[in-house]
């Protein structure tokens, strides 16, 4: 006679010794003759598992409300698992055993030899490396294991994890990694990467998002070598976290690519939109010059981030300017990690959709605050009897400064539109000045006052000029200069052609119509005598 049933009742409990300790508590053990169990809790009770795995370095704990196994296969329904001796990709090479903590809770959980699958309503938690608290929340979660070598029971599978995928859609805190969700997650240990994907048929987790110190980048696809920091994404846009800010901007992009380039970390675009405001800047290609150890803090995770790490007494200072792109597109969200730009391919400046400027290439250098602009065209609202012309100023190169100011030498200037102009005005030396005043701003936090310097516009000034005609006729020029708001708009009452003021027309009801026009001249001894009455 064989028993097809065996069953245990009443404060059942169990060890079960082999190469792993197993050990078990519940109220009824049934335990049937194809070798398959089932532990069950008391009513409003829940069993408990509880293991030390060989060497006595690993173990777990998992309670539940019911756990089925059958040969190489646990079941659990509820359970609710703490995991020691874990090792995921971001808390890899971690030597602190809290970073090698695990708690995972589910509707149900399935393990076999080689993956731990979780369902409905799945949370893990834990540390990383550096001890920052990170979880993940998705609707399914499974955990695959290293390479098996031998005879491994069902429990053993818990600390021979090294990959992770979550789908369904998910939702991550990954300490400075910040906030990330979407419709699937993969990290592997093998590869030391993260892989964040979108849900194209979910409007919720249509793209993968990170959320972190205020910015927020988005697109169906991001990948992060975890130990460089580097990143790669498909079509994609980064933004200001609080769209609705004064400050808010947008950076899209077709594609992101990391280059590697020796201990230089550089991030290539592929048809940027910087929009900040009202302004934009776009170009064909756009490479970034990132600070390693800045931008590892940023997307590292694991062991790469030295925290150990001292700050070169003899590094230059960083992000010393500029802190704009034509005055008006900020760069400090990115400042912190930024080094270097450079934007390549019809490079385009904007103001209400208005092209205000354009070229071939531009460069700046954040921490020298220095750089060059390619064969750029910018064109300004030139106001003359009446009338508002569009004066295009043309250069080789231009090269803007530490305080915003563009310089170009050898420029042309013209307000023909034909193709071939019929007049250039060939100007010595081209500026644009920004132009500062200082304002009394109340600090919502204390009450107190404060002066701010902000910028209240452009002075523009073109000096050594001529104008050539078709053929040898040239003429010479006084200097042409004028005060332009933050948009790059003259104003035309204070505009000057030398030492004239251009006249303005106008109507009053004792002289009638009238035209009225000012110069300034030094007018030398005799305003000296007249000092003198």
């Known amino acids: 006679y064989a028993p097809t049933l065996a ?4 404060e059942v409990h169990f060890e079960l010794v082999q190469e792993a300790t197993l050990v078990g508590d519940g109220e009824r053990l049934e335990l049937y003759a194809d070798g398959s169990g089932r532990l069950l809790p008391a009513r409003g009770e829940r069993v408990h598992l509880r293991g030390d795995l060989p060497g006595g370095k690993q173990r777990f704990r998992l309670s539940a409300e019911q ?26 090479g971690a030597t602190d055993l809290d970073a090698r903590k695990l708690r995972a809770v589910a509707g149900y959980l399935t393990c076999d030899r080689s993956s731990i699958l979780l369902n409905d309503g799945v949370y893990l938690g834990g540390k990383t490396a550096d001890l920052e608290d990170w979880s993940l929340d998705a609707e399914h979660v499974q955990l695959q294991s290293a390479p098996i070598e031998g005879d491994v029971s069902a429990a053993e599978l818990v600390t021979l994890v090294q990959d992770l ?9 990954l ?29 919720l987790t249509r793209d993968a998002v990170i959320d972190r110190a205020g910015t927020v980048w988005a697109s169906p696809r991001f990948d992060i070598a975890l130990d460089t920091g580097y990143l790669r994404s498909d079509a994609g846009r980064a ?15 077709d594609a992101l690519e990391p280059l590697p380039m020796g201990d230089q970390t550089v991030l290539a675009l592929r048809q940027p939109v910087w929009t900040n405001g009202d302004a934009e800047v776009r170009a064909n290609w756009a490479m970034l010059w990132l600070d390693a150890a800045e931008w590892r803090k940023a997307t590292a995770l694991g062991s790469s981030r030295d925290k150990t790490r001292r700050p070169d007494p003899d590094a230059p200072r960083r992000s010393r300017g500029p802190r704009s792109m034509f005055g008006k597109l900020n760069l400090d969200a990115i400042g912190p990690w930024l080094h270097e730009l450079y934007l390549d391919g019809n490079v385009e400046y904007r103001v209400h959709g ?45 090269r803007p400064s530490l305080d915003g100011t563009l310089l170009a030498n050898g420029a042309v200037a013209t307000t023909c539109a034909h193709d071939v102009p019929h007049f250039v005005i060939k100007i010595g030396s081209f500026t644009v000045a920004p132009r500062f005043k200082d304002e009394i701003v109340v600090d919502k936090r204390t009450g107190e006052e404060h ?16 104008i050539q005609f078709i053929g ?10 004028g005060p332009m708001n933050n948009d790059f708009e003259f104003d035309k009452d204070a505009f000057t052609v030398g030492n004239f003021r251009l006249p303005s027309f106008g109507q009053d009801s004792k002289f009638g119509t009238f035209i009225s026009a000012s110069v300034t001249r030094d007018i030398g001894y005799l305003g000296r005598q007249f000092h003198l009455l």
């Not at 995928?165 to 805190?173: D, I, K, L, N, Y």
């Not at 699937?184 to 194209?200: A, C, F, W, Y």
Request: hydrophobic share 40%; net charge negative; no cysteine.
């Open 165 to 173: 995928v979550a789908w369904g859609g998910f939702t991550a805190r």
């Open 67 to 92: 756990v089925d196994f059958a040969g190489e296969r646990l079941t659990a329904l509820g359970p609710v698992a703490d995991i020691e001796g874990l090792e995921l990709a971001w808390s890899s």
């Open 451 to 466: 002066s701010v310097r902000k910028r209240d516009g452009w002075d523009l000034s073109l000096d050594d000029n001529s």
């Open 354 to 398: 208005e092209r205000k400027a354009a070229g071939e290439g531009m460069y700046l250098d954040l921490v020298e605050g220095n750089g060059w602009l390619l064969k750029f065209v910018v064109d300004v609202d030139f106001p003359i009897f009446g009338r508002t012309y569009q004066l295009k100023v043309q250069a080789e190169w231009m």
């Open 239 to 253: 933004s200001s976290a609080d769209p609705g800010a004064p400050d808010s901007w947008t950076l899209q992009y």
């Open 472 to 481: 040898a006729l040239a003429l010479p020029l006084p200097r042409i200069a």
């Open 7 to 10: 069953v245990a009742a009443g």
């Open 175 to 203: 300490g400075t990694l910040g906030l990330v969700r979407g419709g699937v997650l993969e990290l592997s240990n093998s590869h030391r990467s993260l892989s964040i994907q979108g849900d194209p048929t979910s409007p």
